[in-house]
């Protein structure tokens, strides 16, 4: 097989598009507010591929065969990842008929206080991730949960969501299940275990500032929407109890899934299996629901046929003459990921475009020059992973491509390759959620029902961890160097 040689385009002509983008992505927010993700974003995307696609046929002779299939490519590796989000929308409604979400909020408000509420959320997020290597599953699952109890507690849903994201992505980022855990390392050049022992070096830090922040805003009520009467726990607590039967025996379904995560089944049939689990327990335990759902008084086979799919699908809600319930009792099934699906697939064809056309090749090299030390290498490598983040609008391209462009610079610089990996983690892995059309940070939006751009001040570990990165770096700390002839690598 025949390498294709790379496009070769100047840096003035690769950043015109991106300066564009991000002037239409802030026309976005200006005019549309938190409704930019809806149709505007997908739009500016595409408009700012058309741009790329025909400045690369202009001046480097792009053919838009080569653009196509760059485009098919990029799609394609998403195509596990829209499976999984259209699930944890089917996922989303069986659970809600069944009475599993209701008996998430009901617990939780009866176990949980506002003013620890934060960082306990963050600590539940960290704890399932780390079991399962699934931040998306464990946003998808409990921190769906976790959202109705902190809606119903009174306090800001941006608080909440960043408190969720922190802990699912601390757990994902040091669980030896977790795909990105798994490619940093390969792409660096070391193994698994050294690579997980080394980021503990920057994790634990970030992770105790977060939870120490998020403790003092409990403390200090800063989180709360101001919005809610002192009694609305109570008050929805028992419009949940009055419209299910709640009972421990409805955690079977959420225990049978996170078994199956942690025993590594692929999470596309570990999530559709909790869908049928979830049907099973409405059918069972939530009758009268389903059957309300279904527009019938009884559960018969046409009304609970059309009651189940209707769930996976589409729309539902549960009315209980409470207004909050109601608002939090309610999910758009698999149609409601598809804003997400579609925001998806506009951000990986500009990333392929782009790619195709040479510009993220003319960027990358420009990114490269004048490196020197261990810290401006830190510096640089971080600081590309956050512009694929954004450029690419993929975590994984985040990681792989800034991998592959630094490794040998690190290893001229004498550093041993868990240095690249650890800074591949810390950056590309944790800023993904933070951009708003890159495919993490639509696929948390959108099953949070909480926009980005809302939760993203409040994601305290994403924001701290890169820093933390460079602050050991700048300091010397725990760098590991290369060992040279009869010696063993050693941290300086």
């Known amino acids: ?55 690369g046929m202009w001046r480097v002779g792009t053919t838009w065969q080569a653009i196509r299939d760059a485009i098919a490519k990029n799609i394609s590796t998403t195509s596990e990842a829209l499976l999984i989000l259209l699930l944890i929308g089917a996922l989303s409604g069986t659970w809600l008929v069944a009475g599993i979400i209701p008996a998430f909020i009901h617990y939780g408000l009866q176990l949980l206080d506002p003013s620890w509420f934060l960082a306990a959320a963050c600590v539940i997020c960290a704890v399932l991730s780390l079991a399962t290597g ?20 009174g306090i800001s849903t941006g608080w909440v969501a960043g408190a969720i ?7 994902d980022k040091l669980s030896p299940l977790s795909d990105t855990t798994n490619i940093a390392p390969a792409v660096a050049g070391t193994d698994l275990f050294t690579h997980i022992r080394y980021m503990l070096y920057t994790t634990l830090p970030s992770i105790t ?9 409990g403390l200090g009520g800063g989180q709360f929407s101001g919005a809610l009467e002192t009694n609305i726990s109570e008050e929805v607590g028992a419009a949940i109890q009055g419209a299910f039967d709640i009972h421990l025996g409805l955690f079977i379904a959420p225990v049978a899934v996170i078994f199956m995560i942690a025993k590594k089944v692929p999470a596309a049939p570990a999530l559709f299996i909790g869908v049928l689990l979830g049907g099973l327990t409405a059918w069972i335990w939530q009758p009268a629901q ?10 018969d086979g046409k009304s609970l046929y059309t009651g189940l799919f209707q769930v996976m699908a589409g729309d539902s809600a549960i009315v209980t003459g409470n207004g909050l319930a109601d608002e939090l009792l309610s999910s758009g099934g698999m149609a409601g990921m598809l804003n997400t699906v579609w925001l998806i697939l506009c951000a990986m064809t500009f990333g392929a475009t782009m790619q195709a056309t040479g ?32 450029l690419t609008a993929d975590q994984y391209l985040a990681i792989v ?21 650890r800074t591949l983690e810390d950056t590309g892995t944790v800023t993904s959620v933070l951009i708003p059309w890159n495919t993490c940070g639509v696929a948390q939006a959108g099953i949070l029902g909480v926009s980005t751009w809302t939760y993203l001040p409040y994601c305290i570990f994403n924001w701290v961890s890169p820093l933390t990165t460079l602050v050991v ?19 300086s």
Do not use: H
């Open 209 to 217: 500032i977060a939870l120490i922040v998020f403790l003092v805003a």
């Open 290 to 299: 389903l059957a309300a759902v279904a527009g019938s008084d009884v559960l």
């Open 1 to 55: 097989m025949v390498d294709v040689k790379q496009p070769s385009i100047s840096l003035g002509w690769a950043l015109v598009p991106v300066v564009i983008l991000i002037g239409l992505l802030a026309g976005d927010v200006w005019a549309f507010a938190d409704d930019s993700s809806y149709g505007p974003n997908q739009i500016a995307m595409l408009i700012t591929a058309l741009i790329a696609g025909g400045i």
């Open 401 to 421: 491509i800034p991998g592959n462009m630094y490794k040998d610079s690190f290893e001229a610089q004498g550093l041993a390759p868990e240095n690249l990996s």
């Open 165 to 171: 994201i922190s802990g699912a992505y601390f757990g």
């Open 473 to 491: 770096a700048a300091l010397g700390w725990n760098i590991r160097k290369l060992p040279k002839a009869g010696e063993t690598s050693a941290a």
């Open 359 to 390: 510009m993220l090749d003319a960027i990358s090299r420009a990114m490269l020059k004048g490196v020197t030390g261990t810290l401006g290498l830190v510096a640089r490598a971080s600081g590309t992973c956050l512009a694929f983040n954004i």
């Open 134 to 153: 699934s931040s998306w599953g464990t946003v998808g699952t409990v921190g769906v949960a976790l959202v109705g109890i902190g809606t119903a507690l």
